[in-house]
């Protein structure tokens, strides 16, 4: 009786699959891949420009990651503020971050769909996934003909659309944009100059003579308080050092977006972190923890652990977006770093990423009836009008605008009575804290860290030295992507683990070549092969 009821069954299973396919190809909305070039209904009561938005008010729905120091979003006076200038009133379903993307993914695969996903998170394979399925809408013509500020970006930065177009040409999600350099170098190498002074020394310009300078805090007692607890070089468990000191082997050479991969002395994609110059910067790595010049424990600790270390003035050198995470007692002993130029005469600073900061920010949906209202909507966020307003908020609330024009924050926000932090306090505003949003940051107007004198500056040394093509994060085809998902986990998982044991000694140097082999093994040169073809369409956008 099984066997005669098995086939019932696998013919409605069958059915029921085709149907569900047929579903998701026109979703109920004709505002699908292939009804794009038939406007919504709605189109025709969408302003060309200015505000309202739309004459009519409407509402959308918006699934959206809430940031720890977020404020609820309904409250928030800047999208309150923006839903009065637009006409467009946002039901926003916001989600904790580390809950988001699991709730945001039951949405995408069982149809019960936001109009609009923000502050999305959504990755490249989710972006050809879902996009080639119907289920986020290709913004290609809408962007043509309803986005100014997204248009005027793509003409003056041509790599930012390059990087946010799939393999099918469309695109499917809006990115975060930074058009000046300091907050596209996430970690930045500072160190301490009053202890150099104490001691003598100049700011090192090479791995040896950085060597010698670790070596001297730890010996010769820079902080003067007659105890032997210095600690050259900290950091918390992501280790961030090693990224830092990479260029100096001449690798990292297309930047911090895509792990591992960068292009070779042949102009051809490579797995860098099995390179025989990878070899030497282990090496490095392994002479500096072995002499107790790298923090004993900064493979295993977190962030505040690092930060109380630094505002206890025991920290030489550190790989931070500025010095202000020793606190304001110390912050002002740090100087940048140059990149250092390492022993095969290599000098470069690679942990940057490029215009394209962040992708899949944004995503509108096949349930959204009102496509052309929503993209004008978020447009206004890459324009410098909106870029203000995002970031700054409410003038005379919580900034003002000095004699010469450039704007500050109020004590509010950047000294706040409550003793909120700085995105804290403007997080009850904005949701930009946290990043990853459909936004422009510009240096006018970003009043965080990486606005700091320390941090400018530290910029500005290393930009001679940054590498010329910076990748963004590929788009893969979907053939290509779930390759992809099959080899990268475990390869990336070895890779790190096998840096850890390196660095301190738990496996000797003299196992690098069985550390190649086994790389091999676990499929590299498909891996390589993959990100070519990427990098070869990459190219030709």
Known sequence: MKMRTKPVMLGTA????????????????????ANQDKPSESAKEVNASGFPVVNNPITLTAMGAKFSTHGEWKDMKVLNEYAKKTNITINWQTVPDNAFEE???IALAGGDLPDMFYR????????????????????????DQYAPNLKALFEKYPEVKKSITAPDGNIYTLPQVADYLAPRIGNKPFINKRWLDQLKLSVPTTTEEYYQVLKAFKEKDPNGNGMADEIPWSG??????????????GLGTAGEKNANIDIGPDGKIRFYTMDPQYKGLLEYMNKLYKEGLIDKE??????????AKGTEGTVGSINYSNPNVVGPKYQDDYVSLPALKGPNGDHMYSPVNPTTQTQGTFAITKNNKHPEATIRWVDYFYGEEGSKFFRMGIEGETYETLPDG???????????PKGLSLDQAIGQYSPWPGGG???????????????LPSALASAKLLQPDIPKDIFPSFLFTKEEQDRLNALSSDITTYVTESRVKFVTGAVPLSAYDNYVS??????SDEFIGIYQKAYDRYKKN
């Open 406 to 416: 450039n704007v500050k924050y109020k004590e509010l926000i950047s000294k706040n």
């Open 437 to 451: 949003l459909p936004q422009l940051i510009t240096e006018k107007f970003d009043k965080t860290g990486n606005s």
């Open 236 to 249: 918390d468990k992501s280790f961030p050092l090693w990224a830092g000191l990479r260029g100096a082997w």
């Open 518 to 523: 086994t790389l091999k093994k676990m499929g």
């Open 298 to 307: 900064v493979f295993t600790q977190e962030l505040p652990q690092f930060l």
């Open 120 to 143: 999305a998170k959504l990755t490249p394979y989710d972006e050809v996934n879902y996009g080639s399925q119907g289920v986020l809408l290709p913004l290609n013509k809408l962007i």
């Open 14 to 33: 069958s059915l029921l699959l085709l149907a569900t396919a047929a579903c998701s190809s026109d979703g109920g909305t004709g505002n699908t891949a």
């Open 103 to 105: 709730k945001r993914n």
